[in-house]
């Protein structure tokens, strides 16, 4: 785990939250066209992008923004063809309906010119967010169901979509159910990203920075990925599957940014055997607060390499050659070949 003043973007299996939760809680004016809606008080604090933030305000145009000075304005629908993009600020024209502003600190699933009023909506939209889980690994969901967009019909189920956010670590999950109706208004243009509170920094997928696309079943994850790790220690390193310490690890790192856990004097018995290692490290928004992780890990050793190998006389002169030596693949990594050669 790192710190959250960089992000990385990946792909993950499609496994949302439900998008309807009965604890779920609606703001009454977000079901306007191109509106924000109240302030929303998270009930853990958020690190986004270096900061803390203990509140919110959800756009009706697919989006939340931590600059909780956009609560009960109008949320600008305006995405040009090419620049300005995030990071950006898209021109100004905070609260303009008609401007282009791309919101300070705003988590960007699919912001485009939705339209939630029943005129353009099915019956059962909603736009909720609840939280799930038990500290310190809680989430806060904010879902979207059922949206329709602006000037253009939407077959069911419209677009569905949700953001997930994880209490102490800062990640941050996209998942679609259904992304494919699009806006008669700027072609149908969308933003699919994240962006810092400066503007002057941001990750989107490529072709979806202002692009027309789509989505469906699909999920993505953006892990933080800045400069300072949040390890704190292996808690003693290596355990049998009883819970017995076998020896501590070696943590040196080989390559910048990613940390080596390695057990170099432990020689595991044959066959296949079972260990857990735990790791510790500091939550993001309080580093006097600790996240336990406990990997289990499954070793198997082999009686032996599976190796072949072949001999090659020399041509002339004395009878010197070579000796290859071939281990197949699936045993550590893919095959490796030696040459062994005697010299005279």
């Known amino acids: 785990m790192k710190s959250t003043d960089e992000y990385t973007l990946a792909t993950t299996p499609y496994n949302p939250f439900p998008y309807l939760d009965p604890s779920g809680q609606e703001s009454a004016n977000i079901y306007n066209d191109d509106t924000y809606g109240d302030v929303v008080t998270l009930p853990f604090p958020f690190c986004y992008y270096g900061t803390t933030y203990s509140s919110f305000t959800v756009g009706s145009n697919g989006l939340i923004t931590f600059d909780v000075s956009n609560a009960n304005c109008s949320n600008a629908y305006m995405i040009p063809a090419t620049n300005p993009a995030i990071p950006g600020t898209g021109g100004g024209g905070q609260c303009s309906q008609f401007a282009t502003y791309y919101p300070?600190?705003?988590?960007?699933?699919?912001?485009?010119?939705?339209?939630?009023?029943?005129?353009?909506?099915?019956?059962?939209?909603?736009?909720?967010?609840?939280?799930?889980?038990?500290?310190?690994?809680?989430?806060?969901?904010?879902s979207f169901y059922h949206i329709g967009v602006f000037g253009n019909g939407c077959p069911t189920p419209a677009?569905?979509?949700?953001?997930?956010?994880?209490?102490?670590?800062?990640?941050?999950?996209?998942?679609?159910?259904?992304?494919?109706?699009?806006?008669?208004?700027?072609?149908?243009?969308?933003?699919?990203?994240?962006?810092?509170?400066?503007?002057?920094?941001?990750?989107?997928?490529?072709?979806?920075?202002?692009?027309?696309?789509?989505?469906?079943?699909?999920?993505?994850?953006?892990?933080?990925?800045?400069?300072?790790?949040?390890?704190?220690?292996?808690?003693?390193?290596?355990?049998?599957?009883?819970?017995?310490?076998?020896?501590p690890a070696d943590t040196l790192t080989t390559t910048p940014g990613l940390l080596d856990i390695r057990f170099p004097n432990f020689c595991p018995p044959a066959c296949t055997n079972q260990y857990v290692v735990k790791t510790i490290f500091a939550s993001c928004d309080n580093p006097a607060n600790q996240l336990i992780s406990l990997d289990t890990i499954t070793v198997d050793r082999l009686n032996s390499l599976g190796a072949t190998a072949t001999k090659t006389d020399a041509t002339c002169g004395p009878p010197d050659g070579t000796i290859t030596v071939s281990v197949p693949a699936g045993v550590g990594t893919p095959p490796y070949t030696f040459v062994l050669e005697e010299l005279r």
């Open 159 to 247: 677009n569905t979509f949700q953001i997930v956010l994880h209490e102490s670590t800062g990640l941050i999950e996209y998942f679609f159910e259904n992304k494919a109706c699009n806006s008669s208004t700027n072609s149908g243009r969308g933003i699919f990203g994240i962006q810092n509170w400066n503007r002057d920094k941001a990750v989107s997928m490529p072709g979806r920075n202002t692009g027309n696309w789509s989505e469906s079943n699909t999920g993505y994850r953006f892990t933080p990925s800045g400069s300072t790790s949040n390890f704190v220690s292996l808690g003693s390193g290596l355990y049998d599957m009883a819970g017995t310490l076998i020896m």
């Open 104 to 142: 300070r600190a705003s988590i960007m699933p699919a912001y485009s010119d939705l339209d939630p009023r029943l005129s353009a909506s099915p019956g059962d939209r909603k736009i909720m967010w609840f939280v799930k889980g038990t500290a310190p690994c809680r989430k806060y969901i904010i």
